[in-house]
């Protein structure tokens, strides 16, 4: 069964081939298209062809580069069914690829110098990675690591241990190798490699809700994004559109928030959107106030990330805080507005916005009231000046208190 190889003797390459095999060595160490493929086999809602297209991918995925580690991994905690006497002949390769590995690691050390040992010690924790075995292959780039001078190759293999951790949902493998890829990069990352960790940081910070923090972060590197071992440029930009629109002020989105992006007219943006109608219509229907259409897109939008394995476990929270952006937009326009009108605007019967507004209301979530007789909302816009007017005098009576405690120890 054949294998990929993830690595080559850079003497015998050319530099466009050795940029290739770069690229090539970051899409399968480890391959994260397969945690979309892992999240749509293990979710219970996922038809059966869904489940069905999951387990190829899968599969294919195994059977080309003999995965048996990983083939363990997936059919203790997926229910896959397990062939032994294909996991047999993984592992025997596996083996023999091992030995291999191993007989090039002794003969650099007899026969060459520290370089060629770094290397050799890199291509076995490049080929634990690729198969899946997580602990073996975390323990190699340790030694690999120490054997490296070059700080830009030691952050490479950080990054490989973040994507590890993110293939395996490992929280604590990524935080603490975002942690030290930040020492790292103080001591000496390149701009690729800066730009490179703000993808990688931004991917973990939305896994973890932290939509503000991973808006900012996408938002610096839609121009120049290469990360493409993260995930496919297209998908970069759905997140980025959708993370900004929960984030950012509606007045944001249509003008730059850094020199090259534009969230709603930005070139980069727009030319993937055309790609992702629900995404762009979303966007589109939300920036321009057209509410009925802005709802019709959030089913969709609801749709799109219950089979999202990065924003699933945060879809309810992101729908409802999308509401409520919405209804603070039309709000904000009025003093006072009829349910029978809002209703219209939303293209929902007024019994749905009373609901909806009540609840939003008592959560304290929106300043308005509704006078039910009247069927009228009320907006209660806070004061916002004489908020900081109030707290500007009590912070100036702290300061004059302390300022008198403070004269009695000098007289003192």
């Not at 993830?6 to 050319?14: A, F, I, Q, R, S």
């Not at 032994?84 to 592992?91: D, F, N, P, R």
Request: charged letters at 30%; one cysteine or more; proline letters at 2%.
């Amino acid at each position: 069964m054949a294998s990929n190889q993830v690595t080559g003797n850079p003497k015998e390459m050319t530099v466009e081939q050795s940029e290739e095999a770069e690229k090539e060595r970051l899409m399968v160490t480890p391959k994260l298209s397969l945690v979309q493929d892992m999240f749509m086999l293990k979710r219970e809602e996922s038809l059966p062809e869904e489940k069905e297209a999951a387990t190829k991918n899968l599969m294919d995925a195994i059977k080309e580069n003999n995965m048996a580690p990983f083939y363990d991994y997936l059919c203790t905690n997926y229910g896959v069914t397990k062939d032994v006497g294909l996991a047999k002949e993984m592992k025997s390769a596996n083996d023999a690829e091992l030995k291999k590995l191993e007989a090039t690691i002794a003969d650099a050390a007899e026969n060459l110098g520290g370089s060629e040992i770094r290397e050799a010690h890199l291509a076995k924790a490049d080929y634990l990675c690729m198969i899946g075995d997580k602990d073996s292959a975390i323990n190699e780039y340790a030694v690999t690591t120490d054997k490296t001078v070059s700080m830009g190759q030691k952050l490479d293999i950080v990054f490989t241990l973040i994507r590890l951790g993110m293939f395996y949902s490992d929280s604590k493998l990524v935080t603490s190798n975002l942690e030290q890829a930040d020492v790292f990069m103080e001591a000496g990352g390149d701009w690729d490699r800066r730009n490179r960790l703000k993808v990688y940081r931004g991917a973990y910070f939305a896994s973890i809700r932290k939509f503000s923090e991973s808006t900012t972060t996408f938002l610096d590197t839609v121009s120049t994004f290469t990360s493409y071992e993260i995930m496919e440029y297209g998908r970069f930009v759905e997140l980025t559109v959708l993370l900004s629109m929960i984030s950012l002020p509606r007045v944001e989105l249509g003008k730059k928030v850094h020199a090259s992006s534009m969230v709603v007219e930005g070139p980069e943006i727009q030319e993937k959107l055309h790609e992702s109608p629900i995404v762009k219509g979303f966007l589109e229907s939300f920036y321009k106030c057209d509410y009925a259409n802005f709802f019709k897109f959030l089913a969709d939008i609801d749709e799109l990330l219950m089979k999202d394995s990065l924003l699933a476990a945060h879809r309810r929270f992101y729908i409802r805080e999308m509401r409520v952006h919405a209804y603070n937009q039309l709000l904000q326009s009025y003093r006072s507005v009829t349910l029978e009108s809002m209703a219209k605007s939303f293209g929902v019967s007024s019994e749905f916005i009373d609901k909806e507004l009540s609840h939003f209301i008592s959560a304290k979530r929106l300043n308005c009231k509704i006078d039910k007789v009247a069927g009228i909302v009320t907006t209660n816009r806070p004061d916002m000046k004489n908020a900081q007017y109030q707290e500007t005098i009590k912070k100036g009576d702290l300061l004059l208190n302390q300022i008198q405690k403070l004269s009695q120890v000098v007289n003192i």
